[in-house]
């Protein structure tokens, strides 16, 4: 299934796109897609019947949409897991994943607005994606373990300020955090739907010029490792996001002058299945 929210921000309700690309009102099912409704397997399995039985209702094809998700524990986010987004930075591949945190209000819809922080000059892009925790997860003994708890994935947009990430001192944590800097959606793609997590073709766009053409068969720590590993350090709780990384092309990557990111910019961005984004860039 493919889920979604829709509405104004911060008034969103939950829907699904059928077979059709019609956009379902869930609304009379459930009150939001969050942590709570992914580990509610009877909710799960009503919404599956509605969708299979033609009996939801259409939405108005006309609402923004916004995240996929909400009331979002956790963002936990694996640095430099792509061998050839290490290459292009000089980075050395890690033994280990690189672990840093997002918090959850960075998180925007698809299409909503990114802002350029005050100050910035190295604003960077970075698509991803998503993985969404649907059970309780901790010490996972395997990769089955690990992968019994996604509920699904989606398309996220990692954006990043590096000079606040590499050069400002301490943690990447000010680079990654600023207003708007994760966009997610459109669609929460539920797991039965996605059978290989690392057959997926990600790609962006800046300005219409194709900058990230990579796959997910390049991590360097695939899906089920990466959600193993996290779970030997900190407990998943349905509703927390992982996003699992960027392949090459970020701005970071590229010869002087680095083309990053000003207000103006349009950015686009894509993973097979899971749908496309779309965000201006403002000042902050």
């Known amino acids: 299934m ?7 921000a911060g008034a969103e309700r939950p829907a699904l796109l059928d077979q059709d690309g019609v956009v379902r009102d869930l609304s009379g099912l459930v009150t ?18 509605a969708a299979a039985d033609g009996s939801l ?20 986010c694996i640095g430099l897991n792509y061998h050839d987004h290490a290459a292009e930075t000089g980075a050395q591949v890690p033994g280990e994943p690189v672990v840093f945190m997002k918090a959850p209000d960075t998180v925007v819809g698809p299409t909503d607005t990114v802002l350029v922080p005050r100050g910035s000059t190295k604003t960077d892009w970075e698509v991803e994606l998503a993985v969404v925790i649907g059970r309780e ?15 699904g994935y989606a398309v996220a947009h990692d954006v990043s300020e590096r000079e606040f990430q590499i050069e400002r ?25 996605i059978p290989d997590p690392q057959a997926l ?11 990230q053409d990579g796959s997910t068969r390049d991590q360097i720590f695939p899906v089920a490792e990466v ?25 970071l990557g590229q010869p002087e002058p680095r083309p990053y990111l000003r207000p103006g910019d349009v950015v686009e961005l894509s993973i097979d299945g899971l ?3 779309r965000q201006e860039l403002a000042a902050a």
Not at 2 to 8: E, I, N, S, Y
Not at 234 to 249: C, E, F, Q, R, S
């Open 57 to 76: 209702p259409a939405a108005d094809a006309s609402l923004r949409v916004g995240p996929p998700l909400t009331r979002i524990g956790k963002i936990v």
């Open 32 to 49: 939001d897609i969050d942590g709570a409704t992914l580990a509610d397997a009877g909710a799960m399995a009503r919404i599956a019947a």
């Open 169 to 193: 001192g301490g943690q990447w944590d000010k680079g990654k955090n600023c207003e708007t800097f994760n966009p997610l959606g459109p669609w929460l793609v539920t797991a039965d739907e």
């Open 227 to 251: 959600v193993r590993y996290l779970s030997h350090f900190m407990t998943l709780y349905p509703g927390d996001v992982i996003n699992t990384g960027t392949p090459a092309g970020v701005a």
């Open 137 to 151: 997860l901790r010490y996972a003994a395997d990769a089955d373990e690990a992968m019994a708890a996604v509920a």
């Open 275 to 277: 749908g496309r984004q």
């Open 2 to 8: 493919k889920l979604l929210r829709v509405g104004p």
């Open 201 to 211: 073709s990600l790609r962006l766009w800046v300005n219409g010029v194709l900058r």
